[in-house]
Nanobody, 122 residues
Framework: QVRLVESGGGLVQAGGSLRLSCVAS????????VGWFRQAPGKEREFVAA????????WYEDSVKGRFTISRDNAKNTANLQMTTLNSDDTAVYYC???????????????WGPGTQVTVSS
């Protein structure tokens, strides 16, 4: 199966930007839809963004619309999440996930990376 590893997290001031990457290995990546999720301390995991296998359709959670952009480069086996205008509510562990059959916020997503921490300071 595909293995996913996130990178690009770190500490950033409010109003700043970060670019997260998800690198896939083990199988061709182009057949999988990708989603980004996050989980803040003491809170449930929530959907952030998703993209179809060929990048033709994207979905965003309302709170990140206009600030975050999901993209992918199948030739490099990567999916990215460009995050701008970050605020304290964006502090969380961010995970990428993949689904071979479905796409969007309600896909099965049973393939997950280990996560990368994003911390937004005042």
């Amino acid at each position: 199966q595909v293995r996913l590893v996130e990178s690009g997290g770190g500490l950033v001031q409010a109003g700043g930007s970060l670019r997260l990457s998800c690198v896939a290995s083990g199988r061709p990546f182009g057949s999988y839809a990708v989603g980004w999720f996050r989980q803040a301390p003491g809170k449930e995991r929530e959907f952030v963004a998703a993209i179809t296998w060929n990048g033709g359709t994207t979905w965003y959670e309302d709170s990140v619309k206009g600030r975050f952009t999901i993209s992918r480069d199948n030739a490099k086996n990567t999916a990215n999440l460009q995050m701008t205008t970050l605020n304290s509510d964006d502090t969380a562990v961010y995970y990428c996930a993949a689904d071979r059959l479905r796409s969007g916020p309600t896909a099965k997503y049973d393939l997950w990376g280990p996560g990368t921490q994003v911390t937004v300071s005042s």
